[in-house]
Nanobody, 124 residues
């Protein structure tokens, strides 16, 4: 069964850091673009970042550029989202998603497989 599992969320103070992980089971991520999205109640799911299957292409939402870094370790079948200088407005449930496409990624929610999400709360 194809499954994505996010981890690493939690409560952090403004200015702090967290690293989210997206681990795949039942399939290899080598051939998949991975996107990170976030959602708060009452709002649409927002694209945060994405990375192509090879890792050569990455994209970021303007709101997180310079603060978040996406990376992947295909040997561990895991994609990471390093989040720094966190702000209260980063508070959301964060989801990772996989799309069977080569050499590109997008930050629209057209991905095929989704995880269950991990809560990130930025508050003092």
């Amino acid at each position: 069964q194809l499954q994505l599992v996010e981890s690493g969320g939690g409560l952090v103070q403004p200015g702090g850091s967290l690293r989210l992980s997206c681990a795949a089971s039942g399939f290899t991520l080598d051939y998949y673009a991975i996107g990170w999205f976030r959602q708060v109640p009452g709002k649409e799911r927002e694209g945060v970042s994405c990375i192509s299957s090879s890792g050569s292409t990455t994209n970021y939402a303007d709101s997180v550029k310079g603060r978040f870094t996406i990376s992947r370790d295909n040997a561990k079948n895991t994609v990471y989202l390093q989040m720094r200088s966190l702000k209260p407005e980063d508070t959301a449930v964060y989801y990772c998603a996989a799309w069977d496409v080569q050499n590109m990624c997008v930050m629209t929610p057209r991905y095929d497989y989704w995880g269950q999400g991990t809560q990130v709360t930025v508050s003092s």
